[in-house]
């Protein structure tokens, strides 16, 4: 549901200005509306262009430290430093880290060059000069080389690769030949090899180093953002101000939850702090709070995924919860798979911070929602629970097996009377809120839409049950159909011409007839891939006991069930990956799609953001 929200407007004395707001802070309980203004402010400006490189920082130093392996340590070192310490210690380890792969390249291109001529010394190549004689090294096509060379200067060839020959002359005099002539590094092939080894040591080091001066840095990052948002917070609430009476009192505007008031009451009284405080109205657009119980309130994520509601609207968390749990469930659909999930997120909430304990408490739930809805549909790990040797009592509870004489699966038709059920109740849900936010006069028309929807899928039913003969449900169906059409047609807008809207009529039954449908069967995918994993589940047993009856014989039939557990063990945690990722994705889109949709819903309300002092939870958040 969404807190009840009061407006607050006080007036404060500018010498008594930032005072005030360190102690409205404090309280951390007024959501302060920021005057837009135009140009922005330049110390917000420099303000947010700090912030902008700290998180460059941070974004660098997290990757860094996970890519080069590094570990928590103690910080009682880094914590002594300041930010602009960590910043420049960063950059000097990576300036060095720059350096370091500067030389290498440089070594690399060095042995790429004396690779082709091999292991030799420079040493005894300038004896050789000692005596006038000059070796010198060359390179050509090797269809220009002329053997002649090796006679007037002794050419001796070294290598020839791709077409290109590799040669040395050895002569006191000039040599002229058509050849390119190279300067080789002063260096031998091994003495570049162990420097490249060096270099690689040395840059290892460096990335350790920098690593671990990540990881002992990453909290003083850390403050320093939490201090300048704090900062920055400060300066928007300064000058979001309004100042009035020449700038002698300055006008605040904002909002508290209705059941704060009192503690906001007696900081404005105890400063002496002319205010007014009233209740917010649905015009107001004041910013929402979510208030859910433990078990919807792991679904708020969802709904702030898609948008916060109006203060005027309804708070849908715990309408979409019960179905959202139901669509993962029925995507998933094994009981196996289930129970795996719930213990995992209990395992890892035992781990995790409190950061994480939203999440996966929200795992929990749709894994709840998986083995109740997979041993409904009877499957367990891929085995078909209705072929086991259970009860017929129990067989008799799961959804398997045709329809009637037909050749469809009981789910596929569960899935699409799950479909029309929440659509329906969508429908419900605008209806009423329709009547909440305007008037029963103003909502005529989706209450006509809901009663000709609902009426007819209801008659439908009872007369294929047979509780309704035929000819009763034609009578009732027009009946309902001659009342929806005046909501509809008539009087969708009473304080409009009455062929306006007609021809609004008209439009909404075109978009009903093309969407109506196409939601509806937009259901059929909880069918499709529920089946798809139990099918997959199903595939990944048979090919384990496949594989170990066709060991039973080998080593008294060990191998044979280590490879069953491999496969089993693998295969089911790929089937349940793709499950999970399938029901998480699949469920959000008939909720946010088919549901919010039909349901009217626009999810355009401002987050209740207090302006208080940023804490260290906060900011892990």
């Known amino acids: 549901m969404i807190a ?43 303000l947010l262009s700090r912030y902008k490189d700290y998180q460059a920082l941070l974004k660098e130093m997290s990757s860094t430290s996970v890519v080069n392996g590094g570990e928590e340590g103690s910080c009682s070192e880094a914590s002594a ?26 070594v690399d291109r060095e042995i790429a060059q004396l690779e082709i001529w091999g292991e030799f010394s420079w040493e005894k190549l300038g004896k050789i000069e000692e005596n006038d004689w000059k070796v010198r090294f060359f390179t050509c096509q090797e269809k220009a080389f002329d053997e002649e060379w090796g006679e007037r200067y002794y050419a001796t060839v070294i290598a020839k690769v791709s077409g290109t ?4 002359t050895v002569s006191p005099d000039p040599v002229e030949i058509e050849a390119e002539e190279l300067r080789l590094p002063p260096h031998s092939l091994s003495e570049c090899l162990a420097n490249r080894s060096r270099l690689l040591e040395e840059i290892e080091d460096n990335k350790k180093r920098l690593a671990a001066f990540n990881v002992s840095h990453l909290p003083v990052v850390r403050d320093a953002m939490r201090d300048l948002r704090g900062k920055i917070d400060l300066l928007k609430v300064k000058l979001g101000g309004e100042r009035m009476a020449e700038g002698a009192v300055i006008l605040l505007n904002g909002w508290i939850p209705a059941e704060n008031e009192e503690q906001v009451r007696s900081l404005l009284e105890a400063n002496g702090v002319y205010y007014e405080l009233r209740p917010a109205e649905k015009e107001d657009n004041a910013p929402i709070k979510l208030r859910n119980n433990k078990v919807t309130g792991f679904f708020e994520m969802l709904t702030r995924m898609y948008g ?68 409904l549909v009877g499957t367990f790990f891929g085995v078909e629970l209705v072929k086991l040797d259970l009860p017929e009592w129990l067989k008799q509870c799961m959804i398997t097996g045709k329809f009637g004489d037909t050749a469809f699966d009981k789910t596929m038709i569960a899935a699409l009377i799950i479909g029309m059920v929440h659509i329906c109740f969508a429908m419900f849900v605008k209806a009423i809120c329709s009547t909440a936010r305007y008037g029963f006069t103003q909502s005529l028309s989706a209450w006509g839409w809901l009663l000709f929807v609902g009426g007819s899928v209801t008659i439908g039913t009872l007369n294929y ?30 304080r409009r011409n009455v062929f306006l809207n007609v021809g609004a009529g008209l439009w909404d039954t075109y978009n009903m007839a093309t969407g109506l449908m196409g939601d509806l069967l937009s259901y059929l995918r909880l069918y499709a891939l529920g089946l798809a994993g139990g099918m997959l589940g199903g595939v990944f047993n048979t090919l384990g006991m496949q594989l170990r009856d066709s060991m039973d014989g080998l080593l008294w039939g060990i191998p044979g069930w280590i ?15 793709l499950s999970c990722l399938s029901g998480y994705v699949h469920s959000i889109r008939l909720t946010f799609v088919e549901y919010f949709k039909n349901s009217g819903y626009d999810g355009r309300g401002v987050p209740y953001t207090p302006f208080s002092a940023v804490t260290k939870e906060e900011d892990d958040k």
């Open 4 to 46: 009840k929200m009061d407006k607050l407007s006080c007036l404060i004395y500018h010498k008594e200005y930032e005072s005030f707001l360190e102690k409205l802070r404090e309280l951390g309980v007024v959501h302060v509306e920021i005057r837009q203004g135009g140009e922005m402010d330049e110390r917000l400006h420099a």
């Open 81 to 106: 430093d300041s930010i602009e310490q960590t910043s420049a210690g960063h950059e000097d380890l990576l300036n060095q880290e720059q350096a370091l792969n500067q030389r290498l390249q440089a």
């Open 165 to 168: 020959c590799y040669f040395i």
């Open 308 to 375: 916060l509601p109006d203060y005027g609207e309804f708070d849908p968390t715990p309408l979409l919860a019960p179905f959202y749990a139901l669509f993962f469930g029925y995507c998933v659909g094994d009981a196996g798979y289930g129970l795996f999930l719930i213990a995992l997120g209990f395992y890892l909430r035992s781990k995790a911070g409190k950061s994480m304990r939203g999440i996966l408490n929200l795992l929990i739930t749709l894994g709840a929602a998986t083995t109740i809805v997979g041993a």
């Open 465 to 494: 049950l047979q509780l309704l003969p035929f000819e009763t449900a034609k009578i009732a169906f027009l009946a309902i159909a001659g009342v929806s059409a005046i909501g509809i047609y008539l009087l969708n807008n009473i």
């Open 563 to 577: 490879c069953f557990g491999i496969i089993f063990v693998a295969g089911h945690g790929l089937n349940i990956a």
